[in-house]
């Protein structure tokens, strides 16, 4: 099984830098996804992680520590758009045919002026 | 760009009533997903399949049914809809298999309400 956390909520300001971290435990592990998402729109991919270390693009970059179970996603010089839910998924190694992605609750966050 | 299309972005029916919900991706893609979404619940998986006429439960199948009768359209069936079926639905696909093909996209959902 898979159990993913990441924060409920958090709040930043514009043209600061912002944290969001995603913990898991699962039972196998074979690489790890960061979404964003608008209020009322789909999830739309950011990044995906499968080694160890930082992946940058642009504004955002993602990390991952597979021996920590651990990994973030940086938003640099925030602008008022990306006011949005985060959310992070882990790929089951177990997926067999399949690769199923188990997504944690999603972290929201609101950028002030 | 990868485009997945949904047949609606809202809908009512009522308890009891037979509703598909379809999915259509142009991208050739291999695998298909149906999620339900829910405040304080994030994004939970329903079925998926890797493959025309194949089909894989999810983490909640109870209720629901699909089919994949073409390789670029996912049907996602609530053969009696009750209230706490009301939910987002989002549709996703992606390529395949291995690092960097398993990226799904999502369609832009359907708000189900059930009365």
């Known amino acids: 099984g898979q159990n993913i956390d990441q924060p409920t909520e958090m709040t930043a300001t514009e043209g600061a830098i912002v944290q969001i971290n995603c913990t898991y435990q699962?039972?196998?592990?074979?690489?790890l996804f960061w979404y964003q998402q608008h209020a009322g729109e789909a999830p739309t991919f950011l990044s995906y992680n499968v080694l160890d270390g930082l992946e940058e693009k642009g504004r955002f970059s993602s990390f991952l520590s597979r021996s920590k179970g651990y990994s973030y996603l940086l938003l640099k010089e925030l602008q008022m758009k990306d006011s949005a839910s985060y959310l992070c998924a882990v790929r089951d190694q177990a997926g067999g045919a399949g690769n199923m992605l188990t997504f944690g609750g999603g972290t929201r966050l609101m950028v002030k002026p | 760009d990868v485009k997945v299309t949904q047949s609606s972005r809202y809908l009512v029916k009522r308890t009891g009533e037979k509703v598909f919900l379809e999915c259509v991706q142009d991208m050739d893609h291999e695998n298909m997903f149906w999620y339900r979404q829910d405040p304080g619940l994030g994004l939970r998986l329903i079925y998926f399949?890797?493959?025309?006429?194949?089909?894989e439960k999810g983490d909640i199948p109870e209720g629901y049914s699909v089919s994949r009768e073409k390789k670029e359209r996912f049907s996602l069936i609530l053969e009696s809809a009750s209230t706490n079926q009301t939910s987002m639905y989002l549709c996703?696909?992606?390529?395949?298999?291995?690092?960097?093909?398993?990226?799904?996209?999502f369609g832009p959902g359907t708000r189900l309400l059930v009365l």
């Open positions: 699962t039972s196998g592990f074979n690489g």
């Open positions: 996703a696909s992606s390529l395949g298999r291995g690092p960097y093909q398993e990226t799904q996209y």
């Open positions: 399949s890797y493959d025309v006429k194949m089909k």
